[in-house]
């Protein structure tokens, strides 16, 4: 894009924040019949274009289940939709808040009130649920929203381009489609909140940009979440759950478990069970329909050399489940494989993955496995497989994570009542739950004075009164 083209560009982006601020400033916030009219639209031209948007998505990837996009992306979008068109008169209640005792006579209080126009950028590894999840929240706290979704997913964006055209205003809701420098020029925009959705090297510059116009965040991004499996645990239910969170949509997803601490007396039987566990879930292996592809040639690349870089460390690539020769045809599409012992120094053990590849190291205490966690910034999500004993909440009090799911793996996600956000390098800010709710609502705190008003006795000219009252407070 020439600069030109794309200063123009801005400029309309520009236009349509201002179109969308003043609509906000003239129509006042919504009530809540008005925010429900707009989840309601919002749910019904969900499950209207429901079938368009898992063969767009399919079509993005190379190929992804039309069950896996149902399961991943719609259902918890109608979750959320309703999670928040249940709940949002609760929300907007006011709340009340303590008076000291010389203010008794008065009322203190917070309202929620909408913050304006709300920015969303969403990434490509699941178009459909990190773009309608947001803007639903932004729209059940009263504001107007303008949509960035992923070039890399160019049909599907272009689909939910058509859909919210189709069922909402522009002055409502809008969506910017573009590349990698509209999504700077988007992040630069001064909207009132801005929700990100992606890398922590692209938050990172995403933060910087939004700083111009001192733009309130929230930042959703990944990291190297762990599963720790507690020594004797490697079974069957923990392997189904394991390989359900790490290859579902082929691994492509923030909460993934990235790698695997079992302990040195498990190794064995874990490679064992994890090859049995894959075998279950894709029996056609990397040709199973259920079997996700890697979303282009680059981030295939990408993996690749992840794994080439671990071999040439010394680290032993074990290839597992089904390989049939059918799998060559499919474009993209990566295998399973685990890595066991990767060094701490190698790109596999730096990176976050974003892949079908789980590197598996040992330990053997619960304290060198919380140390080697401790060792890496702050995951989105940290698993941990085995009793609710002492080694659980040891590992719980002395780790800082996102969330943390025990005995299973991405369902705190699917957790509606649950706050979803990292923290450090992973993200800042949640969208799920009333945490969400509030982010998206400026919390206005309201001081009405009662007709007796103690404090006016504590005001020039000073004299014993104002002694006495000093004393009773600061005895």
Not at 268 to 289: H, N, Q, T
Request: with cysteine.
């Amino acid at each position: 894009m020439t600069d030109f083209a794309q200063a123009d560009e801005t400029a309309d982006m520009a236009a349509l924040l201002e179109r969308q601020r003043r609509a906000f400033l003239t129509e006042g916030a919504p009530d809540a019949a008005q925010r429900r009219d707009r989840l309601s639209r919002l749910r019904a031209a969900t499950l209207a274009w429901r079938r368009d948007l898992a063969r767009a998505v399919s079509a993005d990837f190379g190929h992804r289940s039309r069950h896996e996009t149902d399961i991943l992306e719609l259902v918890p979008v109608i979750q959320a939709i309703d999670y928040l068109h249940r709940n949002l008169r609760r929300f907007m209640r006011p709340e009340r808040r303590h008076v000291a005792l010389v203010h008794r006579s008065g009322r203190a209080w917070i309202e929620y009130q909408p913050k304006g126009v709300v920015g969303v950028m969403a990434p490509w590894n699941y178009p459909v649920s990190l773009t309608l999840v947001p803007l639903a929240t932004a729209l059940a706290a009263g504001n107007r929203a303008m949509l960035k979704p992923s070039e890399l997913t160019p049909r599907t964006s272009a689909l939910i381009a058509g859909m919210i055209a189709n069922t909402f205003a522009p002055d409502e809701v809008a969506v910017v489609r573009g590349g990698p420098e509209t999504g700077a020029a988007f992040s630069r925009l001064p909207f009132d909140h801005l929700l990100f959705t992606g890398s922590t090297a692209v938050g990172r510059k995403v933060m910087q940009a939004a700083g111009e116009n001192l733009v309130p965040l929230t930042l959703e991004l990944g990291g190297k979440s762990p599963a720790i499996i507690a020594r004797g645990h490697v079974s069957r239910r923990t392997m189904d759950s394991l390989v359900f969170g790490k290859l579902a949509n082929g691994g492509q997803t923030c909460v993934a478990p990235d790698y695997a601490l079992v302990h040195e007396d498990d190794l064995d039987r874990f490679v064992a069970e994890y090859g049995a566990a894959v075998a279950r879930f894709y029996p056609d292996g990397p040709a199973s329909p259920d079997y996700t592809s890697i979303i282009g040639a680059a981030h295939h690349a990408r993996l690749t050399g992840l794994l080439a870089d671990a071999r040439a460390r010394g680290a032993q690539v074990v290839e597992v489940g089904p390989r049939p020769e059918t799998a060559a045809a499919r474009p993209h599409t990566l295998a399973p494989a685990l890595v066991l012992g990767p060094p701490e120094d190698c790109a596999l053990m730096r990176e976050e993955i974003f892949g079908p590849i789980l590197p598996v190291q040992t330990y053997a205490t619960i304290d060198a496995a919380i140390a080697r966690v401790n060792a890496r910034p702050r995951p989105l999500a940290l698993y941990y497989f085995g009793d609710r004993d002492a080694d659980c909440e040891r590992l719980l009090q002395r780790t800082t994570s996102g969330n943390v799911g025990i005995n299973n793996t991405l369902m705190h996600v699917a957790q509606d009542d649950l706050p979803f956000g990292g923290i450090g390098p992973s993200g800042m800010g949640a969208y799920h739950g009333i945490e969400g709710f509030r982010a998206m609502s400026h919390a206005k705190g309201i001081f009405a004075q009662g007709r007796w008003n103690l404090p006016r006795l504590l005001r020039a000219p000073f004299g014993r009164l104002a002694d006495l009252a000093v004393r009773a407070v600061l005895r």
